[in-house]
């Protein structure tokens, strides 16, 4: 008896001291969760705040710096980008960036500087460390003064020399100078997140890769339609035509940003009646009823391709962006050669 009475507190001291091993290993698993949820909450704060102004912008940065920074667009792709309502919301991303990158050419003028007038972030403010102006070292094309003049661009103008102050900002719309954005992209995030250089540099590689080859198939798919003449509503696609060798004869907006009159609209449909103009360029984000009308009263087509990338109209990322609109110029540009032909 003796034996089996000694022999319980000995069973109760192991299980005991089992319990407190596992409560230990326990104790010590739990400490090192939460010690992963602190480095992986450290590392998500310690990601760069990029806010571009416009989203094919924030498609080239996301996808070099992708898992170091986190990408903010002001806009999206079926807004004006001429005409931007500076809300609260542009404010607080604005506060919180580390860099700002803009599109330039003063594209934003009727709302950025509105917008960052109302930060107390001297960090993006133009000439600061993490402010970037996307169209550094683009060969831009340059405005008339015709083009400029009524509109909000006019203290931009150099009406004795005829060398404006600003390009043609819709650079962005041949991929060649996506090529000179990533560029521009890769050295301010290496300058200002050194650390991780070796990260941006692949990606950057990575990127310009893709985008190159897929340059060498949208050129061998245009090359037929060299010489093919168009009329576009803005001045927003002439990067792409003289890429291709196509020639917008006409604008609908008789300056840039201005709805063309009644007068203006006349002049335009006996133009394209007398020249047989198939086609007619316009983008989601513009007037959509006077182009239509133009074609009705003129026999061409309209054609709205996509000029930024938005995932409602089907572009999810800078090269799917060319992927959509080289897919659908070439097919309405075809559509045209035969209707002419037969």
Known sequence: MLGVIYSLPLANKEVSYMYIRRFKAIRVLAIGITALCTLFTAEASAKLQVVTTFSQDASIVSAIGAGFIEVVSLTNGLQDPHAVEPKPS??????????????????????????LAAVGNPRIQEGGEGY???????????????????????????????????????????????????????????????????????NYESFTARLTEKMKDWDALMVMFRGVKIVSYHRDWIYLTNRHGLEIVAYIEPRETIPPSAGDAARLIKLVKDEDIPLILISPWQPQRASREIARQSGAKVLSLPSAVDSRLGTRDYIQLFDVIYT????????TQIGTQS
């Open 328 to 335: 659908q110029l070439s097919r309405a540009l075809f559509g």
């Open 90 to 115: 542009l404010a607080a991303h604005l506060n919180r960036a580390d860099l700002l990158i803009v599109n330039g050419q003063q594209m934003e003028l009727a709302w950025l500087p509105a917008a």
């Open 132 to 202: 970037l102006n996307a169209s550094a070292g683009v060969r831009l094309i340059p405005y008339t003064t015709e083009e400029l003049e009524g509109t909000q661009f006019v203290p931009f103008l150099d009406k004795d020399s005829n060398h404006h102050q600003i390009g043609n900002h819709h650079f962005w719309l041949d991929p060649a100078n996506g090529l000179i954005i990533a560029r521009n992209v890769y050295r301010k995030l290496a300058e200002i997140d050194p650390a991780n250089d070796w990260i941006y540099k692949l």
